[in-house]
Structures are given as C-alpha cells and as structure tokens.
T-cell receptor
Framework: NAGVTQTPKFQVLKTGQSMTLQCAQD?????MSWYRQDPGMGLRLIHY???????DQGEVPNGYNVSRSTTEDFPLRLLSAAPSQTSVYFC?????????????FGSGTRLTVV | TQLLEQSPQFLSIQEGENLTVYCNSS?????LQWYRQEPGEGPVLLVT?????EVKKLKRLTFQFGDARKDSSLHITAAQPGDTGLYLC????????????FGTGTRLTVIP
C-alpha cells in the first residue's frame, strides 16, 4: 500500500522556469490538497480538491495551478518560478474531512528557486 | 495572522519530564487534529477530536478539545527521546470552506 506518492523529492529551478510537482494516491480518497511548509509558518494550503474535476483555491494560491482529472492524481504546476516559492511542498489526501478523518501526507518535495 | 496559534514554539526538556503544548484560536472548529512530523517526512496523524470537552489518550499522550471547540492541548507524560519532533495542530472550521488549517507548530526536543 503506497499511500501518497510525491515526485520529485528535490528540485532546483531557475527564476522564471515552470515545472509540475506530481502527486498520486492509491487509497481512493476524494479529498486531496497541496500545502507548502516554511519555517515558523506551519503548513499553508495552496489548492485543494473535493473530487475529480473539482478544485478550489486555498490560502496562498497565487503562482500555482492544479487540475484533478482522476481520483488518483493531483499535480501542482508552478507557472513561472520565483524565489518566494522556495519551500517544502506536501500533497495530502483524505477520505472525508467533514467526518473528522485526517490527512495522509506524502513525504514532500523540497524546491529551491534561484 | 495564523488561524491557529501554538505555544510554545520551541521546547527542550529532559527525558522523564512532563510537558503540555497548547493550540488556540478565536474560531470554532468542527474537529481538531494533532500530527507529528519527523525531519524529511510528511506529518503523521496522531489523533482527531470532534466533541467539545473530549479527552483522548494515546499511550503517554493525552489530547483535549476545549469545551467551546476553539482550543486544544497535548500533554505528554514522562517524555522519551523518541517523542522528539514537530507537533502540529490542525482544524476544520465549523463554518466556511471544508479545509484543514494548520497551526504554527511546536518543535520538541527530549534530551536523554
């Protein structure tokens, strides 16, 4: 049981480059989210999805796009990387937040923008 | 301004001591969760509390949800070096979008 798989684990980008962070889960979870983690700020929600074909913005969505064409996959696209996007990115999935179920997290992608 | 404030931000204690971590907000939550995160890994769920006043125990860890569902605490008895890590509280607000908001985190170090 793989859980939530994120790739790549590490990435260095130059300012202005674009890239896609991949996330896949094999638990048939409807809820999926992307968070970024910065020192002293906990995890902040970027985008989330409550099911295939449905996405919405979180707290810090600017500079990022998402899509959810299947239940399993939820990629995060950086359109034009900026140094402020240097962070650790986590993808997470859940059966249902409304019933108090928690998130299962991936192991993260450490992104550096130079 | 963070929706959930945790205190203390850093905590360093000797093995065998007790400690309490607090998670506070002005918002009401339908549920509150606690996670622990190790370096280089994603957070791992420890517990979920959904009822005001609820107390849950997980071995030496005791979690409490405030009566008004605006705050929570994590108490560790006789801390062990294996308890070292980043502890995060997270909540789903009672009103508004059904998202999980995280606190600022408490970094605990237990010294052998």
């Amino acid at each position: 049981n793989a859980g939530v798989t994120q790739t790549p684990k590490f990435q260095v980008l130059k300012t202005g480059q674009s890239m896609t962070l991949q996330c896949a889960q094999d638990m048939n979870h409807e809820y999926m989210s992307w968070y970024r983690q910065d020192p002293g700020m906990g995890l902040r929600l970027i985008h989330y999805s409550v099911g295939a074909g449905i996405t919405d913005q979180g707290e810090v969505p600017n500079g990022y796009n998402v899509s959810r064409s299947t239940t399993e996959d939820f990629p995060l696209r950086l359109l034009s990387a900026a140094p402020s996007q240097t962070s650790v990115y986590f993808c997470a999935s859940s059966y249902s937040l409304s019933r108090g179920h928690g998130y299962t997290f991936g192991s993260g992608t450490r992104l550096t923008v130079v | 301004t963070q929706l959930l404030e945790q205190s203390p931000q850093f905590l360093s204690i000797q093995e065998g001591e007790n400690l309490t971590v607090y998670c506070n907000s002005s918002s009401v939550f339908s549920s509150l969760q606690w996670y622990r995160q190790e370096p280089g890994e994603g957070p791992v769920l420890l517990v979920t509390v959904v009822t005001g006043g609820e107390v849950k125990k997980l071995k030496r860890l005791t979690f409490q949800f405030g009566d008004a569902r605006k705050d929570s605490s994590l108490h560790i008895t006789a801390a062990q070096p294996g308890d070292t890590g980043l502890y995060l509280c997270a909540g789903v607000r009672e009103t508004g979008a059904n998202n999980l908001f995280f606190g600022t985190g408490t970094r605990l170090t237990v010294i052998p």
